[in-house]
């Protein structure tokens, strides 16, 4: 009787153990898309994602600021020349193209970018993924700078 109790608790014991380790795997995804990052392929697709993120975390304040900048523009052009500054127009003007810019350069890279790009194969999928690493990075990074451009325009006037 006392080695069908042991034969029991072992069972229950590996199992357990089984059971924490893949469970481990579960716990431990960066940003829930991929887990502990084994491969150059996971780590550049986790770059990757991390500039997506970046970038996307900002999109809403990108936005808002369109929308002030072009209402100030507007508000600017319903007034008569004479009693507008030309040169905070034309920096509206100026950080409106580039927050517009931004915008668009991110909706165009997520409309670009495949997920499962040759996954099938290896050497061609790092390939991608590093040149997709560069490319939102480069995104993200017009992304802040038209920001801080939006920031230092419409918190001078």
């Not at 229950?12 to 392929?41: F, H, I, M, Q, W």
């Not at 990757?48 to 900002?58: F, L, P, Q, S, T």
Request: net charge neutral; aromatic share 6%.
């Amino acid at each position: 009787m006392s080695r069908f109790i042991i034969a029991i608790v072992s069972m229950a014991l590996l199992t357990n153990t089984c059971n924490d380790e893949a469970s481990s795997n579960e716990t431990d995804r960066k940003n829930g898309y991929a887990p502990v990052l084994k491969t150059r392929e996971d780590s550049l697709f986790h770059d990757v994602m991390e500039g997506h993120d970046a970038g996307m975390a900002k999109v809403g304040k990108l936005r808002r600021n369109i929308n002030e900048t072009a209402r100030r523009l507007d508000s600017l052009n319903k007034l008569p020349a004479s009693k507008v500054n030309a040169a905070y127009k034309q920096a509206l003007t100026d950080v409106h193209a580039a927050l517009n810019t931004a915008n668009d350069e991110m909706n165009s890279w997520m409309e670009s970018f495949k997920l499962d790009s040759a996954s099938d194969n290896k050497e061609l999928r790092i390939k991608y993924l590093q040149g997709e690493k560069e490319k939102v990075a480069v995104v993200k990074e017009h992304i802040f700078s038209a920001l801080q451009q939006a920031d230092s325009v419409l918190t001078n006037k």
